[in-house]
């Protein structure tokens, strides 16, 4: 079946795509001896998950819990979940699922530690725990290289938990030298570190830049996206997600609307002018959302679609298509070959 036929609106994942942009960055790690951790929150889909392990990937990243359950159901025993766990019941969760598996998270408090060791102890397991710092995401992470020595120095003389390194997200000019001073002060402790976690799809042709970091976490790549376009890491011609959508009415003469709106694009501009990118009528801007219509600009087209048409649009940010749709179609060789359930699709606990 040719993708045109398809009902929309509808994700398109081209698994050639896919597999050249696993392989392309494989190799690239591979080549610079870098450990390639990829994380799954781009696509939450067990069956690309083992085509990026297949490949050679350590292990896999995810972000929350339910992900790591789903992967971890369908085989996955190398997990990383960069995220403070914390509450009776994830913690309860998190030690069921550290039974089953090498499971390690990241942890940015003294609250934290103490709650995963406690949990660790009293289940009889254990979970890896990296510190995570701040390289100018402003999110979450400690601050100083001294509060890393200290949270090392706990996490090493907590049961049930073993230190697994530093990790941060993105990988940037400030990495390198908070990872240098920690190194440093951890020495005179008798204290390793054993991993040096870093990633980010924009910079990750950087990755070979950042001196100590031995492990790259990137997730849009498998796919890209608008964004990913726009920053250079990767052109148009290596997105691997497409939405095809239907032009279902044309008001006036310059202006369509598509049946695909903040649903299945979400509000994510990420600072780019629009919602997408129509392959079509690359000169048309997606000016405007409503949940259900996609509002369209195609004064600058030359040539204009006809009600009824249907267009391929480039999301602004594959990872937020991926959760708002129940599945997606894949291809191969340009036509339809299966239908995936996005099997982690929703898990934000």
């Not at 890896?128 to 509060?147: A, H, L, N, Y």
């Not at 190194?183 to 001196?211: F, Y």
């Not at 498998?222 to 148009?236: C, E, I, L, N």
């Not at 919602?275 to 600009?297: K, N, T």
Request: include cysteine; aromatic fraction near 6%; glycine fraction near 8%.
């Amino acid at each position: 079946m040719s993708p045109k036929e398809l009902d929309t609106p509808c994700v398109l994942i081209d698994l050639d795509r896919v597999e050249t942009n696993i392989k392309r960055l494989q190799g690239y790690l591979d080549a610079h001896r870098i450990a390639n951790r990829p994380h799954i929150k781009t696509h939450k889909l067990p069956q690309i998950a083992r085509m990026q392990v297949d490949a050679g990937a350590v292990g896999i990243t995810c972000q929350k819990l339910g992900e790591a359950e789903v992967m971890a159901d369908t085989g996955f025993d190398d997990i990383l979940i960069t995220y403070n766990i914390l509450g009776e019941s994830k913690l309860h969760r998190l030690t069921q699922l550290a039974k089953r598996i090498r499971l390690c998270v990241s942890a940015d408090s003294d609250v934290t530690i103490h709650g995963l060791s406690q949990a660790c102890a009293s289940a009889g397991t254990e979970v890896g725990v990296m510190i995570e710092f701040e390289s100018g995401k402003q999110r979450c992470g400690v601050q100083t290289p001294e509060e890393a020595v200290t949270l090392a120095r706990l996490i090493t003389s907590q049961p049930g938990l073993r230190f697994e390194g530093l990790l941060t997200y993105p990988t940037t000019e400030h990495t390198v030298p908070f990872v240098d001073k920690t190194r440093a002060l951890l020495k005179t402790e008798g204290i390793e570190i054993p991993c040096v976690s870093g990633g980010g799809t924009p910079r990750m042709w950087d990755a070979h830049r950042w001196k100590g970091v031995t492990e790259h976490r990137a997730g849009t790549y498998v796919y890209g996206d608008r964004k990913t376009v726009s920053t250079g890491a990767m052109m148009f011609d290596e997105v691997a997600m497409h939405v095809l959508t239907t032009v279902v009415s044309r008001p006036t003469a310059d202006r369509g609307i598509l049946d695909a709106g903040s649903k299945v694009f979400s509000s994510d501009t990420l600072d780019l002018d629009g919602f997408g990118y129509i392959l079509e009528y690359p000169e048309a801007r997606i000016y405007g959302q409503s949940e259900e219509h996609g509002h369209v600009d195609f004064s600058r087209c030359s040539v204009k679609p006809k009600v009824g048409e249907k267009v391929t649009v480039i999301p602004n940010h594959a990872c937020v298509v991926t959760n708002l749709v129940n599945e997606v179609v894949c291809l191969k060789n340009g036509k339809v070959y299966e239908v995936w359930p996005v099997a982690a699709r929703g898990l934000v606990r």
